[in-house]
């Protein structure tokens, strides 16, 4: 049915999977038909895919598009096996879909595109670079992970990459969940794996003017925002120490990026 010219079933099918990709059981029925129970079957993710270019930016189906693939690429807890996602996640990362989740974010930068595509698009990105096959894919290609590894630091930062390796500052900032997602997936490349594509684009000292910059900004007295702001500087001190030095504990596996409450902000059809 994804297949037929009717922007209005699209949407309404969209829709749909998202919500019923929410849980194990919907990402199971979505990547599963009842003829082969046993073995998966990705054509719905595919169609996603080819959907999803076609797509307005900010548009409601493009977010419900972006949250369907963030829902099926996430582990939400320990009784999610990673050979569920795994093969999700190969098939999008195929496709392109770091570099696509990338562009999202860099066009957010220069114009005004709805939160929730950002914070799943940063979310769904993170997701992508989390997955085993993926971090050995780009350990193989230094040269690839340099470049995520620059766009991600550009972000963080509020610049903006130009043709011809020019930069500008970023006339739209990010919101912090999307700031914890971009630094989340950053903290995936900061290992000693990466120690090339590291020295390349200067993390070290690009991290640390984030940090200059980050923890001067005025905040609201709300409690969220103070867990925030705490969150952020927490996961940047993580890169640089991946012990957390109050309690010797390693702090990776606290840092999580699916805590959206997703339903919640799906309110429009």
Not at 6 to 13: D, I, M, Q
Not at 131 to 142: K, W, Y
Not at 156 to 181: K, M, P
Request: charged share 20%; proline share 1%.
């Amino acid at each position: 049915m994804l297949n037929m010219n009717s922007h209005e079933l699209k949407h309404a099918l969209i829709a749909l999977i998202s919500v019923i990709s929410s849980t194990q059981e919907g990402v199971d029925y979505i990547t599963h038909t009842q003829r082969e129970p046993k073995k998966q079957n990705l054509q719905v993710v595919e169609k996603l895919v080819y959907i999803l270019r076609d797509l307005e930016d900010g548009c409601v189906t493009q977010r419900f598009n972006i949250a369907a693939l963030q829902k099926l690429t996430a582990q939400t807890n320990a009784s999610i096996e990673e050979s569920v996602t795994e093969p999700i996640i190969d098939l999008l990362v195929s496709r392109g879909m770091i570099q696509w989740c990338l562009n999202l974010l860099k066009r957010c930068q220069t114009k005004e595109i709805h939160s929730f595509c950002q914070d799943f698009g940063s979310a769904l990105l993170a997701n992508l670079l989390h997955a085993t096959n993926t971090l050995q894919m780009l350990e193989r290609d230094q040269r690839q992970t340099t470049t995520i590894m620059n766009t991600l630091l550009n972000l963080i930062n509020g610049v903006v990459e130009l043709e011809n390796d020019r930069e500008v500052a970023a006339s739209h900032s990010f919101q912090n969940s999307v700031l914890i997602h971009l630094l989340i997936c950053l903290s995936y490349l900061s290992k000693e794996r990466f120690t090339t594509s590291i020295e390349v684009c200067n993390f070290v000292d690009r991290i640390s003017l984030f940090v200059e910059t980050f923890s001067v900004q005025q905040i609201g007295e709300s409690d969220q925002e103070s867990h925030d702001k705490k969150t952020i500087l927490d996961l940047c001190a993580h890169m640089f120490h991946p012990k957390d030095a109050t309690n010797g504990n390693d702090i990776s596996a606290t840092m999580e990026f699916n805590e959206l409450k997703q339903e919640e902000k799906i309110r429009e059809f």
